[in-house]
């Protein structure tokens, strides 16, 4: 594509950027400052990788406001590369279109509503009372349970399965192998026997959602998990019944919730955190990786360790558990002076 | 549904209850108090929402027999009203009756039995020498292997995998994306390279066990890996080789075991808890989040940490963790008390 | 199969050993020592079974070439018994051979290479441009997205899907459910939005690699995610984009790894361990459970704990933190004594 074409591109989509270099060249893919070819992009946004940016071969580099004269190669100077790079790239790589199509081997079912540009791949299921919007793409394998709703521009993996009674928004991404909607842990102990909760409650998960591969997340109870607009969740992540996650939150990989447990909006959480259940985390909270959160957070800012604290407060912990060894010694040669001391 | 029936369902259970309240109104739906319709049922267990007795539009509400003169609403009093709630909510939501189908998409082998009303669903397969017996649901896309035996009234779910030779009880619901009777992790080093011991075992499930979204229960090496009766396992649970859990025990969402260990009976495990090899657990043993367990356990009771202690033993450490930074100044400061008593 | 027949076999294999007793009994299946009968072979690596010895039915037990004379029954004297173990068991249980065979139900786009002697079992989804070596056997209902090659004797499980544009070598094992080649987790924020990275590299596998049920490994963001020869990956395993796996190493239950980290060459990796994104772990490392690596690590060894550091110093300093509260009153004591030797 013709550098000019994606400079165009970029300003219909609003960026405000300065260009240096010659717009004529040919841009066909992305790639990593120090690979890249003439014909590719890359970004800036990790000062690890400056001394990259003599030597790179890329065509086009996209950096920060900041870096000028950082480059011999043609750059595109920008608030937040990051962001940008992201807007090349999406229109460098677009995504399959969602053709009017349904492979012979799938089953959708008569009573199902199948919108326009709805693609429908190998040995898909789409059971009773779905309904599917415009621009769908279900790939080979998933299966959509009786009286599920599909926004337009919803993209569902291979083997993924989205269960009855859930709703997805607009530009919805299930990943492979994702579980949407199936029964929560709800059991009642009568003497020792386990007794089956009904869930009745539903997954409603909003716009600009995407979840990642092997993710579960239960439906509600009674009432319904609800997975507010532009959240982003990755892979074999666990939400439990009536967990509510609020918008723009972001959740990494093998993080856990338990039930009713509700995240506020904007939140980040790393790599295998865990949360009880019934607990209520305000906006703007950020866990770092393995944090255990059990209770309430009304205070925005960053958090870890188990039970979850500040993580400054963490952090100091952290350090001195590593010298533990040596406190503990420390405390002896004290008793010993002490003891010496009171003879 | 007539309350009046309602009721004469528990008493046909065996539920000891007093009722206050008109028995001819209508009720169709459970509902949480705060939310409940004229026709719906509620209970309160947790004294957190004891105000919303004041409010509830609820037709119904279930309470424990202390609760007397609690509300104005209609009201059952009972020894265990979360039982009595799974019991009512049970009849007010009937599982979608297995009736005698088989989809023309489904595969099912000409050498499998199938029982009476067992209901196959679309792009099933169920190979050579499977049994399932009457009143078994498979959903759609998922596949039981040669070999494998279900009990009756077993729920499969969608796109869920009974890998071959397994066997499983009655009433044994496994969750959509689950894994039965993969290969565990057994592997032989020799000089740098890996060599893979068959996985001759197999994955053997009791009756009434609930296996949960995405769970992986490997098949065992030589013996068999086993799952008492009347277990309940949460999604993304990982369960490798030989491993045996006890009849009537509860594992939460992310859990891990590790080979050839034993989980005794009646035990419950909490969220991302995870287990060493090798190791035995006694009968009612409590374990918290993210627990470590390396040894064998051999007094009931509630464990916390890694490696896990006794709770209570955690729960003090855990406090002093906390302190560490200041401890250590309070040290230091009496290095330097008794640095000056010495001189 | 008779045992001189198994003895050719080893022999065939390279296997060094010293048999004693009589090598014209039948030998059918391999069983654990306690339980073995008089046509089964069991093996002793573990000293705890020692007693067993003693009395197993076994009809040949594999031993450490040290264990002469220590048992009554037919025995092989080797190096690596359970290498040896693993050879007889791969022997006395061979695998399915994967014949030329296409399920009639299986969706295979005309534009595939199958080769020689592949099975694709019911409801397999092939699709455009794949291509399959020969003996490679695909289990029901799993998914081989667009351009996607496997090599010789691959294996993969059922419901597994391999997405687009990777590629396998030989002699790997994808078990059931897993997902190899889903997006990765990359999205930019603006202005609170998150905006999806296209991920446009490729998950690469070497040869006799063998990942385990419902692992998910995501596909490159620009470079590639690659697994070396020679490794295994147990259960729940999430690898992010851009990690680099290296040959030898052993991934348990459970671990996750964030994106572009680097393991070297024959680490393990045990169960609910994390590793924080953009790090490198040299080679012949080795984790403990549930460890978190949050940085670089240069020299060979074990570690552990949360940031993780040398075992040794993390068992040191576990072993304080469980003696925490004695140690608090015991600073609290001191302070009381300098008190009265102050005053």
């Known amino acids: 594509m013709q550098l000019h074409k994606i400079l165009a591109f970029l300003a219909e989509n609003g960026v405000d950027y300065d260009f240096v270099g010659d717009d004529s060249i040919e841009i066909n893919q992305v790639s990593g400052l120090d690979n890249a070819r003439a014909d590719q992009v890359s970004f800036l946004t990790d000062k690890k990788y400056l001394d ?51 492979h012979p081997s799938a089953v959708v079912h008569q009573d199902a509503i199948v919108g326009d540009d709805v693609y429908i791949g190998e040995n898909v299921v789409v059971q009773q009372g779905v309904k599917i919007e415009s621009g769908s793409y279900l790939a080979a394998g998933c299966v959509i349970e009786e009286f ?7 993209r569902i993996g291979s083997n993924a399965t989205i269960c009855h009674h859930c709703s997805l928004g607009d530009n919805v991404i299930i990943e492979a192998g994702a579980v949407i909607g199936g029964d929560g842990f709800g059991w009642a102990n009568n003497q020792g026997q386990w007794f089956k909760i009904p869930q009745v409650g539903r997954v409603i998960i909003g716009n600009n959602v995407s979840i990642g591969n092997n993710v579960t997340v239960d439906r509600g109870a009674i009432e319904d998990t609800i997975i507010e607009d532009n959240c982003i969740i990755d ?46 985390i305000t906006d703007n909270v950020h866990f770092l990786a393995k944090a255990g959160v059990t209770h309430d957070i009304t205070e925005s800012g960053a958090y870890a360790g188990f039970p979850a604290i500040k993580a400054s407060d963490w952090q100091k912990n952290s350090v001195r558990v590593r010298q533990l060894d040596k406190l503990a010694k420390q405390v002896k040669a004290l008793q010993k002076q002490i003891d010496i001391l009171s003879n």
Chains 1, 2, 3 share one sequence.
């Open 52 to 102: 990259y940016l003599q030597t790179t071969q890329a065509g086009l580099v996209i950096l920060n406001k900041k870096m000028v004269d950082a480059t011999h190669v043609a750059h595109l100077l920008v608030d937040n590369p990051y962001y940008v790079y992201a807007l090349v790239a999406q229109l460098l790589n677009p995504l399959k279109p969602a053709s009017n199509f349904i």
């Open 148 to 154: 599920t709703t599909l926004g337009k521009q919803c």
């Open 235 to 280: 892979n074999q992540v666990h939400l439990a019944h009536n967990v509510k996650i609020g918008s723009g939150s972001a959740i990494a990989g093998q993080a856990g919730f338990a039930g009713s447990t509700v995240l506020g909006k904007n939140c980040t959480v790393a790599g295998q955190v865990g949360f009880a259940g019934h607990i209520e």
